[in-house]
């Protein structure tokens, strides 16, 4: 199974909105709502911040937002924070019972 | 608060078996499905199974690791474990156990804190 595509490195400066996208295909992204995102700081554990595709899990900020069309999904962060730098994953479950990652994007605050 | 430990030796050789266990506190591990993920150094996550109990004991593999992988689940210790077989420099990686939350669509939604294996001779 292929990783989906997520652009490399993304940034921003603090308090403006960056958007990053997850491409996959019909069998995956595309097929199903169970697509989540995942922020990990470096040396850390990732950290779950969205899942099937719009939903934020209990005490992740409101600022962290999913969305899907077609075979893309995006997380879009808005009021850019300097603790928003990460590592950002997305994830899908796919018709192979399986589950499969992106590339990862850095995000870097200006 | 459910919370995830790997545990396991840091240096496998080549060719031989990589073996891993995560200790779940907190919850009962039957009450949920399992997951191991691993991560090279500098590089992204790669889902490797998920293991779960509903009758009898299930699996779900990456097709691209299947035929080196095996995981299983002790419900008497709370534990659930990973074995990886005849491994190479390319299975050198942290792995993280991680709980699957189906009530979530099946998101990765508590993590360990993962453990460093490094294959090498």
């Known amino acids: 199974q292929s990783a989906l595509t997520q652009p490399a490195s993304v940034s921003g400066s603090p308090g403006q909105s960056i958007t990053i996208s997850c491409t996959g295909t019909s069998s995956d992204v595309g097929g199903y709502n169970y697509v989540s995102w995942y922020q990990q700081h470096p040396g850390k554990a990732p950290k779950f911040i969205i899942y099937a595709v719009t939903n934020r899990p209990s005490g992740i900020s409101n600022r962290f937002s999913g969305s899907k069309s077609g075979n893309t999904a995006s997380l879009t962060i808005s009021g850019l924070q300097a603790e928003d730098e990460a590592d950002y994953y997305c994830s899908s479950y796919t018709s192979n019972i399986t589950w499969v990652f992106g590339g990862g994007t850095k995000l870097t605050v200006l | 608060q459910v919370q995830l430990q790997e545990s396991g030796p840091g240096l496998v050789k080549p060719s031989e078996t990589l073996s891993l266990t995560c200790t779940v506190s907190g919850g009962s591990i039957s009450d949920y499905y399992w997951s191991w993920i691993r991560q090279p150094a500098g590089k992204g996550l790669e889902w490797i199974g998920r293991?779960?109990?509903?009758?009898?004991?299930?699996?779900n593999y990456n097709p691209s690791l299947k035929s080196r992988v095996t995981m299983s689940l002790d419900t008497s210790k709370n534990q659930f474990s990973l074995r990886l077989f005849s491994v190479t420099a390319a299975d050198t990686a942290v792995y993280y156990c991680?709980?699957?939350?189906?009530?979530?669509?099946?998101?990765?939604?508590?993590w360990g804190l993962g453990t460093l294996v490094i294959v090498s001779s």
């Open positions: 293991i779960y109990k509903s009758g009898s004991t299930n699996y």
């Open positions: 991680a709980r699957v939350r189906i009530s979530y669509s099946e998101a990765f939604d508590i």
